[in-house]
T-cell receptor, first 113, second 109 residues
């Protein structure tokens, strides 16, 4: 069974902190994605990765970076957290063939104070 | 114009009702059409997906795609309180998914 695991369900950090969100998958999928989900705005793509050490900007990459050192792990980094980055963050995976559904983790609800 | 339009709701219906959820889209290059269900405090889970115009049925759920009108629907028959969730339409385009904002559905007993 497909499993996408996000390390924290709830996280509270302070403005200016560097924040790491971790995502691990056990399906050997090549593609991994980070989204944020906000009321009225839906899911917005931050960054995605097609392979180890590869990354592509999504629609809203500003203030974020990512790291993909191993195929199964995709990290989202908030370089200097700001209050407007308070959100639900969702990680997802997709196999290389593409024409299959994405599998999501349960999300990390991040609050920046 | 947004690529995907979806009414955010909330939509409140009595148990047993037929529910109709809809999305319109503007990009004719979209390849796959999907519906995700998201319960509170959980990630989205795939409900149904299809790539062609027409209807696809799975139990109480029917997904309908009209490519000529750029319109997709999800019908839920005999709705149950356990169907209460947010429903997101999604479209696959060049290895990325484009999501609607989601419609919140509440089915009351």
């Amino acid at each position: 069974d497909v499993k996408v695991t996000q390390s924290s369900r709830y996280l509270v950090k302070r403005t200016g902190e560097k924040v790491f969100l971790e995502c691990v998958q056990d399906m050997d999928h090549e593609n991994m994605f980070w989204y944020r989900q906000d009321p009225g705005l839906g899911l917005r793509l931050i960054y995605f990765s097609y392979d180890v050490k590869m990354k592509e900007k999504g629609d809203i990459p500003e203030g974020y970076s990512v790291s993909r050192e191993k195929k199964e792990r995709f990290s989202l980094i908030l370089e200097s957290a700001s209050t407007n980055q308070t959100s639900m963050y969702l990680c997802a995976t997709l196999p290389l063939s593409g024409n299959q559904p994405q599998h999501f983790g349960d999300g990390t609800r991040l609050s920046i104070l | 114009q947004k690529e995907v339009e979806q009414d955010p709701g909330p939509l409140s219906v009595p148990e047993g009702a037929i529910v109709s959820l809809n999305c319109t889209y503007s990009n004719s290059a979209f390849q796959y059409f999907m519906w995700y269900r998201q319960y509170s405090r959980k990630g989205p889970e795939l409900l149904m997906y299809t790539y062609s115009s027409g209807n696809k049925e799975d139990g109480r759920f029917t997904a309908q795609v009209d490519k000529s009108s750029k319109y997709i629907s999800l019908f839920i028959r005999d709705s149950q309180p356990s169907d209460s969730a947010t429903y997101l339409c999604a479209f696959l385009h060049t290895d990325k998914l484009i999501f609607g904002t989601g419609t919140r559905l509440q089915v009351f007993p």
